[in-house]
Nanobody, 125 residues
Framework: QVQLVESGGGLVQAGGSLRLSCAASGRTISNYAMGWFRQAPGKERDLVAAISRSGGSTYYADSVKGRFTISRDKVKTTVYLQMDSLKPEDTAVYYC??????????????????WGQGTQVTVSS
């Protein structure tokens, strides 16, 4: 069973940047598409970015397009989310997860049995 550990969150002012990391252990994630999700208080957990197994395809929610960049390092079994031009509405707990393809990840939404502990991102105005 793969275990996913998110890190890199913190408190940042609006306009600032953060880089989140998702490290996997237990089983490889190199054969899976990976995604970053976020959940703000009182809201659903939503997919914000995803990357294919090869790293050649990506998906971004409209709310983060042009500001967030997802990437993966297959050797280290780590996935990153570079977040620039942060806004107060980006405040949320951020989680990563895996699936077969980006398309299945979009269809599944937040319907996964397993989630890591997440990492808190707080953007002050």
């Amino acid at each position: 069973q793969v275990q996913l550990v998110e890190s890199g969150g913190g408190l940042v002012q609006a306009g600032g940047s953060l880089r989140l990391s998702c490290a996997a252990s237990g089983r490889t994630i190199s054969n899976y598409a990976m995604g970053w999700f976020r959940q703000a208080p009182g809201k659903e957990r939503d997919l914000v970015a995803a990357i294919s197994r090869s790293g050649g395809s990506t998906y971004y929610a409209d709310s983060v397009k042009g500001r967030f960049t997802i990437s993966r390092d297959k050797v280290k079994t780590t996935v990153y989310l570079q977040m620039d031009s942060l806004k107060p509405e980006d405040t949320a707990v951020y989680y990563c997860n895996r699936d077969h393809t980006i398309a299945t990840m979009i269809r599944r939404g937040n319907g996964y049995d397993y989630w890591g502990q997440g990492t808190q991102v707080t953007v002050s105005s």
